[in-house]
């Protein structure tokens, strides 16, 4: 089984279970039968700066 063919992963808020919700629409947890937390996800408006060593300019 893939990881796509599972669904989206959650963490249940009361029980702290990692579980997968197999691309059902309701979702609740297999251990305790509680609805996963709402996490919005925002998107920086910055561009995240890679750190490390440059590799151009150094060498040819």
Known sequence: ?????RG???V???CVIKYYDLGKE??????CGAAPAVTVVLKSKRP???SGR???????
């Open 1 to 5: 089984m893939s990881n796509i063919s």
């Open 8 to 10: 989206s992963k959650h």
């Open 12 to 14: 249940c808020p009361d």
């Open 26 to 31: 309701v979702v609740t947890c297999p251990k």
């Open 48 to 50: 995240i700066k890679k």
């Open 54 to 60: 440059m590799q151009s300019g150094r060498y040819p």
